[in-house]
């Protein structure tokens, strides 16, 4: 399968759908709670999947995986949910931005937003923090399994994102799920049409 393809067809389809689709087959795949830091940031592609683990006395560093990402990738941060310290910052979103990957999908915060925002490089997360997670958490595993959300994430799985949040479509299923997103897509534009409405042209 062509994933610039697969890319541009996820982009065009949009969260919405893609959830309806997920619903219609039963398959978990909404991250609740994850936002862009602006609306319209979207993206689509394969998850690069990191947890993060208090660092204990082991200590560790927060960022050194971004060497590993490949360019199109999106980095998927497990995070816990953490909302007291950032595992995201300018520095990462500058090398993620120069490398061609994707995006940043943080089930945590991220801070130094206004890089996110004036490199057009979309970063998703729960919230913006200023505090650090240097000395308070490690990045200790790297394409494995993960939760997101609630969402368990596969690497390799399909992340989509735009102003209305994020989806994770197991990629296995991509192509059955799309389908259905497109379908729902030409039906609601043929209701919106019978009522006047071409912002779409």
Known sequence: MDEAKVVERLNTVGVT?????LDRLEIAGQLIGL??????????GRAFTIRMLPVGLT????????D?????????IDNGGILNQTVWGDILTYVAHTKGIAATVIDGACRDSDRCVALNYPVFSRCVTMR????????VAN?????LAGVRVEPGDWLVGDSDGVVAIPAPHLEEVLAIAEQIEVAEKAILAAWG???WE
């Open 132 to 139: 650090t997670a240097k000395d308070r958490a490690t990045a």
């Open 68 to 76: 590993e990402v490949p360019p199109g990738a999106v980095v998927a």
């Open 35 to 44: 936002a862009p830091v602006a609306r319209g940031m979207k993206f689509s």
């Open 197 to 199: 409405y071409r912002d």
């Open 143 to 147: 394409n494995d399994p993960i939760q």
């Open 17 to 21: 759908a893609l959830s309806d689709a």
């Open 59 to 66: 200590g560790g560093s927060v960022g050194d995986y971004i």
